[in-house]
């Protein structure tokens, strides 16, 4: 199974990547950047298999950069919280 196919084992797969970028020593800017990276991908790339991730999905496509720079930092924030 993918982490792609259920939502907690996603968070929790972006948690442990955010943990390592920031052992790494990777700024915020860096990070955040990333995020937003992986999420136009998987916006515009994967077929998303939960409800969350298609209204994530969804969202991304209507969003102007900006606004998809601010989907990806909250889900770093919402990530952060709960580690």
Avoid at 13 to 40: C, H, P, Q, S, W
Wanted: aromatic fraction near 8%; glycine fraction near 10%; hydrophobic fraction near 40%.
């Amino acid at each position: 199974m993918s982490v792609l196919d259920n939502w907690e084992q996603w968070k929790d797969f972006l948690g442990e990547r955010l943990e390592g970028a920031d052992g790494k020593g990777l700024t915020g800017n860096a990070v955040n950047e990333m995020a937003y990276r992986i999420g136009d991908y998987l916006a515009n790339e994967v077929e998303p298999k939960t409800p969350e991730g298609k209204i994530l999905a969804d969202l991304w496509k209507v969003a102007d950069e900006q606004e998809q720079h601010t989907i990806a930092n909250l889900m770093l924030k919402h990530v952060r919280g709960m580690q």
